[in-house]
T-cell receptor
Framework: EPEVTQTPSHQVTQMGQEVILRCVPI?????FYWYRQILGQKVEFLVS????????KSEIFDDQFSVERPDGSNFTLKIRSTKLEDSAMYFC???????????FGNGTRLTVT | DAKTTQPPSMDCAEGRAANLPCNHS???????VYWYRQIHSQGPQYIIH???NNETNEMASLIITEDRKSSTLILPHATLRDTAVYYC??????????????FGGGTRLMVKP
């Protein structure tokens, strides 16, 4: 069964550094998402992406965050200057249609020191 | 999106049916009910969704009351691997925004031998 893959599984970075989290969505899916989960807290929506542009974003997704689909297969989340509070699991997801279920990857654990 | 209420935790004996309730009394006519689960720190996993009719797939059954104000997810023969946090989410898929989901606290299901 096709799945969403995320790399790396664990990323450690220093405060103020830029990080790029990478995702390969399911190949025939059209909608892409990033979520995050701070340890012990709820899964939070960050951004949705369709037709090469952001379609919706949450308050968390400020100017420090950006997303890109640089080619036909990858979907990336960039954090420009990481803060300690950015430490979390970051989940990528994709869906085939706007009303289809989301399929999630197993996440990247980001640790900012 | 309509608010959902789930018990914070439940236990179930291995091999027995697990019945997970969800209240969504403010649901509107075009909102779907989705169920996802999260095993330990993995990405959320889609289970099932429905609008009005009861639904069944290889993982579970979804029973939606006639007034749609509540639903029950049924795992017919729970196994230890079904131990997870189960999320009930009500959502109207909105065009280009895709299927953005808002996760609550969910129900932590513990399946015991």
């Amino acid at each position: 069964e096709p799945e969403v893959t995320q790399t790396p599984s664990h990323q450690v970075t220093q405060m103020g550094q830029e990080v790029i989290l990478r995702c390969v969505p399911i190949s025939n899916h059209l909608y892409f998402y990033w979520y995050r989960q701070i340890l012990g807290q709820k899964v939070e929506f960050l951004v949705s992406f369709y037709n090469n542009e952001i379609s919706e974003k949450s308050e968390i997704f400020d100017d420090q965050f950006s997303v890109e689909r640089p080619d036909g297969s990858n979907f990336t989340l960039k954090i420009r200057s990481t803060k300690l509070e950015d430490s979390a699991m970051y989940f990528c997801a994709s869906s085939r249609e706007h009303n289809s279920p989301l399929h999630f990857g197993n996440g990247t654990r980001l640790t900012v020191t | 999106d309509a608010k959902t209420t789930q018990p914070p935790s439940m236990d179930c004996a291995e091999g027995r049916a697990a019945n997970l309730p969800c209240n969504h009394s403010t649901i509107s006519g075009n909102e779907y009910v989705y169920w996802y689960r999260q095993i330990h720190s993995q990405g959320p996993q889609y289970i099932i969704h429905g609008l009005k009719n009861n639904e069944t797939n290889e993982m579970a059954s979804l029973i939606i009351t006639e007034d749609r104000k509540s639903s029950t997810l049924i795992l017919p023969h729970a196994t230890l691997r079904d131990t997870a946090v189960y999320y009930c989410i009500v959502r109207v898929p909105l065009g280009n925004a895709g299927n953005m989901l808002t996760f609550g606290g969910g129900t932590r299901l513990m399946v015991k031998p």
